[in-house]
């Protein structure tokens, strides 16, 4: 007997049940693929997608937290060979100290190897790194037959990139060897700049991103009329040894923050509300200095904000957020104005909001990224929520946008093409891999993927 | 799939011709075609329910069910999975009544406890197993204020709900672990076919204000949905008053 537990993504919303079996080993991912179940298989690894990416309702869920030994490491080459349950923690714990970091981070360093490429993530360095899977020189992946595939992109283009991107949908990746980034130590050097509208941060970023490794804006959401937009910048670089002050030298590449404090049980009221946010946006837009230039900061403080506080969705209570992440092309930047502007109408709460450039985008059908403005918005859910983000919706199609899969918990299946026009090519490859669609979720459900 | 902000994909209306059911069915799915099941006895009244939702645009079947006919049960809910996973059962079948007359006449008494609690149980009993099969869904019970504390006037009916009540409170809890979710929805007196004819009472609504609260509540995870909302402290209030004030009040 296989314990059935109820499951949620990051945002707490819409939990559902499933047996979830945590295999040791390839083995294991093959025994419980084997089990054929009727309802399918679908894996998960530190749940942080946002939505029902990583649960499969009545099925079998593989936590692949199991699969988490670091299998090779070149320091000369910067290469590194992980499982598919490492997390990037993982890594950035046991390679800072060598002079290897991540090539991608996203907000959180709790995510797995497999879940990064799976969902095609992306950071701060977008503009300049592009996406993930840039740095994937190639991965093992189960398909649903218990099979091994050596997928590189060259070598096997069509799956490779239908994997990247494909919420885990095209079979299990047991294993994927990184290209990793050489630095010289574990810190950030930052310039961070507050910028009154959102008018003046978008001048700013397209002005000289460019020169910066590292950009993103965080937006005050409930600034309104002349303010609307207001922003603290926040843009950097890798820190150079020169670059730290003597006395932090001797330790450049130390990297070992502290275990964060949990919020210890779900509240049973949403304490995120609005008067909540505007005390807390207000603070953090004065906090932030005016302008300070070349200030050196951590890897962890610069980069992994949400890792501050554990299981902080609890404040969220039992109803949950919705995390909306768009993206626009940059000729059409007053899709952005117009989102923000719509939530206002309706007097939505944006708990967070973060703007940011992407750069250009890669072969894989429905990875997110793609050249334009990105913003990500967290919601508290409320009743008037879903008609507001199908308002949303409507403004990131008409600007040719599209809305990140890895967050989404509410998209209407009719209009996925619209967004990712490429998926029937990308529906193509799964059906080649997996015919009896044995890889399900709750997302490929809902979304008919 | 049911999705983040309360939006269900597949809804199934057992007592499809019902007026409650039917609003909430429609306010459910308002914003996106959705895949719909009525399942009712064969009636013009359900051919126009089927027909008017289909013109909305959603995918509507009918399915034959007659709440009066308990071993018909399986087959029907059976009949009503046929077509995938129901994010959304709404049980909506009922029968008030002459309530003099079903106090005095034995048939009359048993009829409408076989309809109210009995073939609410029965059906309760299939649903949970087959949305703790599925991992997911979501069941609304309509159950009614009047179970909350009988009175003179509705005490049968009453007695009636307070049982469907009671079964589908418990049931809740008997299935959360296996991802399903039961609402039990406590309207008071609501304007409809049901109560054609009776005296409206202070706090009565209608049926489309009772979909109103019940997706509302949905979407914000409540579990027990007062309609209208100061129902709750009312009710309260009522429930504790001695009995010779309760019995003197003009409701």
Not at chain 1, 418 to 445: A, N, T
Not at chain 2, 44 to 64: N, Q, Y
Request: charged share 20%; hydrophobic share 45%.
């Amino acid at each position: 007997m296989t314990p059935r537990k109820t499951l949620t993504g990051w945002g707490g919303t819409a939990p559902t049940a499933a047996d979830v079996v945590r295999p040791g080993d390839a083995d294991g991912v093959a025994a419980a693929l084997a089990r054929r179940d009727p309802r399918g298989v679908v894996v998960r690894g530190l749940g942080r997608s946002y939505g029902d990416a990583a649960q499969n309702a009545g099925g079998t869920v593989l936590d692949l937290t199991g699969l988490r030994r670091v299998l090779a490491v070149d320091v000369e080459r910067a290469t590194v060979t992980a499982e598919a349950g490492v997390s990037l923690d993982h890594l950035m714990r046991t390679l800072l100290p060598l002079g290897l970091f991540v090539p991608v981070t996203p907000g959180t360093r709790q995510v797995t190897v497999g879940g990064a490429i799976a969902a095609d993530v992306h950071g701060k360095d977008h503009h300049v790194r592009g996406s993930f899977s840039r740095h994937v020189a190639g991965m093992d992946l189960m398909l649903a037959d218990g099979s091994v595939r050596h997928l590189t992109p060259d070598g096997s283009p069509d799956l490779f990139w239908a994997t990247v991107g494909g919420m885990g949908l095209t079979g299990v990746i047991l294993r994927a060897q990184l290209r990793m980034l050489p630095v010289q130590t574990s810190s950030v050097v930052v310039d961070t700049e507050r910028v009154p509208d959102l008018d003046a941060v978008m001048d700013r970023m397209t002005t000289d991103d460019e020169r910066y490794t590292y950009s993103v804006a965080w937006v005050d959401c409930l600034a309104r009329g002349g303010a609307l937009g207001r922003s603290v910048l926040t843009r950097g670089w890798p820190a150079r040894l020169d670059q730290l002050p003597p006395g932090a030298r001797g330790r450049a590449l130390a990297f070992a923050p502290r275990r964060a404090p949990t919020v210890p049980v779900t509240s049973p009221v949403p304490l995120v509300n609005r008067s909540a946010v505007r005390v807390l946006n207000e603070a953090w837009y004065r906090r932030a200095p005016r302008e300070r230039r070349r200030d050196v900061q951590g890897i962890a403080e610069f980069f992994h904000p949400l890792d501050v506080v554990e299981s902080w969705p609890r404040v969220y209570g039992p109803r949950g957020f919705v995390q909306y992440q768009l993206v626009v092309p940059f000729s059409a930047p007053d899709a952005v104005r117009r989102c923000l502007q719509t939530l206002h109408r309706h007097d939505v709460v944006v708990s967070l909001a973060v703007l940011k450039r992407f750069g250009p985008g890669t072969p894989a059908p429905l990875s997110f990224p793609a050249p334009g403005w990105t913003l990500a918005l967290d919601l508290p859910v409320v009743p008037d929520l879903a008609g507001v983000l199908d308002r949303l919706d409507a403004l990131v199609l008409d600007a040719g946008g599209r809305v990140y899969l890895a967050k989404d918990a509410r998209f209407p299946a009719s209009d996925l093409h619209r967004m990712y026009p490429d998926i029937d090519r990308w529906r193509q490859v799964r059906r080649s891999v997996d015919p009896d669609g044995v890889l399900s979720s709750d997302l490929s459900r809902r979304l008919g993927l | 799939m049911m999705d983040a902000v309360g939006t269900p994909q597949s809804v199934l209306v057992l007592g499809g011709t019902s007026d409650i059911g039917l609003a909430v069915a429609r306010r459910l799915v308002a914003r996106r075609p959705a895949r719909l099941v009525l399942a009712a006895r064969p009636s013009p009244r359900r051919d126009a329910a089927v027909a008017s939702l289909s013109a909305a645009g959603h995918e509507v079947t009918a399915v034959d069910f007659d709440a009066e006919d308990l071993p018909g049960h399986p087959g029907a809910v059976d009949a009503a999975f046929a077509g995938g996973d129901v994010d959304v059962a709404v049980v909506a079948f009922g029968v008030l009544g002459d309530q003099e007359r079903a106090w005095r006449d034995h048939a009359t008494a048993v009829h409408l406890m076989q309809v109210n609690t009995t073939a609410a149980v029965s059906v309760g009993v299939l649903l949970a197993s087959r949305m703790a099969a599925q991992g997911h869904g979501t069941v609304i019970a309509l159950s009614s204020v009047a179970g909350e504390r009988p009175r003179r006037s509705n005490f049968v009916y009453g007695a009636s709900k307070a049982g469907m009540d009671a079964f589908y409170t418990g049931l809740r809890e008997a299935v959360r672990a296996d991802g399903v979710r039961v609402v039990v929805v406590r309207p008071g007196f609501v304007t409809s076919a049901m109560t054609q004819g009776l005296a409206r009472v202070p706090l009565s609504t209608d049926p489309d204000t009772v979909a109103e609260h019940v997706v509302r509540g949905l979407a914000l995870r409540r579990e027990t949905v007062w309609t209208p909302p100061a129902l709750r402290w009312v009710m309260s209030a009522l429930r504790h008053l001695p009995g010779p004030v309760f019995r003197r009040l003009p409701i």
